[in-house]
């Protein structure tokens, strides 16, 4: 077993989990509920825009509070998924140990 080698792959490794966070902090991921309600996150699960139809706000509030709860989670959902997809890539598998 070489060391050096483990160690090196470690490294780029490491150095290739920074970047795709990077990249996930500067990735927008969208999800819309009915239509009406929109919400953006990072792909580092930060909320960074609610869009909401003008006909949603005439409605029931409790349904315009549902619709925007929807619209949050699937996108923070989302994201969740992009980002353990990427790390996995980057690091076959071991993201959880670097």
């Not at 989990?17 to 919400?39: F, Y």
């Not at 990072?42 to 509070?65: F, H």
């Amino acid at each position: 077993m070489d060391i050096q080698k483990m160690m090196q792959q470690a490294k780029q490794m490491q150095q290739d989990a920074k970047r795709i966070q990077k990249e996930l902090e500067n990735t927008d991921i969208e999800a819309s509920a009915g239509g009406l309600v929109t919400a953006v996150v990072t792909g580092t699960k930060k909320l960074k825009s609610i869009s909401i139809a003008p006909e949603a706000a005439d409605g029931d509030l409790k349904a315009l509070e549902a619709l925007v709860l929807k619209a949050v989670n699937e996108a923070l959902s989302k994201a969740e998924s992009l980002a353990a997809r990427e790390m996995k890539k980057a690091t076959g598998g071991l993201g959880g140990l670097i």
